[in-house]
Nanobody, 127 residues
Framework: NQELVESGGGSVQAGGSLRLSCKASIYTTGGGCMAWFRQTPENEREGVAS????????YYADSVKGRFTISHDLVKNTLYLQMNSLKPEDTAMYYC????????????????????WGRGTQVTVSS
């Protein structure tokens, strides 16, 4: 069965960087979409960034544009989220997700559109 396993979370000071990784147990084909979401106890789960692998089209939340970069390595079957200039408000549990049908501007940030989820990795940013 397909599995998504996140890693790379941790605690950093504001302005620091982290790189999250999401390893899939099977090869993710170009027809799919993979994404990073984040969630806190107080906030709804929100889309951070997604990549539609057919065209390597990327989508980002306005709050992270210019600071975060989503990418994937087909050989390693791994999704990444490079997070730079981290802010305290970035503190959250970050989840990797996948939808097999791909994504577009309407669906990339909708949690219900994604059928596969990892367990999450915690990111904590202190001032």
């Amino acid at each position: 069965n397909q599995e998504l396993v996140e890693s790379g979370g941790g605690s950093v000071q504001a302005g620091g960087s982290l790189r999250l990784s999401c390893k899939a147990s099977i090869y993710t084909t170009g027809g799919g979409c993979m994404a990073w979401f984040r969630q806190t106890p107080e906030n709804e789960r929100e889309g951070v960034a997604s990549i539609f692998m057919n065209y390597e089209t990327t989508y980002y939340a306005d709050s992270v544009k210019g600071r975060f970069t989503i990418s994937h390595d087909l050989v390693k079957n791994t999704l990444y989220l490079q997070m730079n200039s981290l802010k305290p408000e970035d503190t959250a549990m970050y989840y990797c997700a996948e939808q097999l049908s791909g994504c577009d501007s309407a669906s990339w940030s909708i949690p219900g559109a994604f059928g596969l989820w990892g367990r999450g990795t915690q990111v904590t940013v202190s001032s």
